[in-house]
């Protein structure tokens, strides 16, 4: 059974850092495409970061290029965020998701199938 559990979330300060986990199992990380997304209170999901398991090759939304940083580590079965120079426009519940990828790359027309339950990044000013 696939599964996904986020964890490293909490409260921070503008200009702070956070680094969010998720753990995985249940599927071949290798042909799976996984990503982060968020959605603040009362707006839509967003994608944030995404990676390709099989090359590690990551897409990241323009807005967020440059702080924030996707990487996995397959074996262990974790997949990271690294959040730097947080703002308060940064608010939101933060989700894993996966997906097979299909012998494709990972990019933002992919649809994901498989989530975690969120957790909460709150960025004060």
């Known amino acids: 059974q696939v599964e996904l559990v986020e964890s490293g979330g909490g409260s921070v300060e503008t200009g702070g850092s956070l680094r969010l986990s998720c753990d995985f199992s249940g599927f071949d990380w290798r042909h799976y495409c996984m990503a982060w997304f968020r959605q603040a209170a009362g707006k839509g999901r967003e994608g944030v970061a995404m990676?390709?398991?099989?090359?590690?090759?990551?897409n990241y939304a323009s807005s967020l290029k440059g702080r924030f940083t996707i990487s996995q580590d397959g074996p262990l079965g974790r997949l990271y965020l690294q959040m730097n120079s947080l703002k308060p426009e940064d608010t939101a519940m933060y989700f894993c998701?996966?997906?097979?990828?299909?012998?494709?790359?990972?990019?933002?027309?992919?649809?994901?199938?498989?989530w975690g339950q969120g957790i909460q990044v709150t960025v004060s000013s």
């Open positions: 990676i390709n398991g099989g090359t590690s090759n990551a």
């Open positions: 998701a996966a997906d097979y990828r299909a012998g494709g790359s990972c990019d933002w027309s992919k649809k994901y199938n498989y």
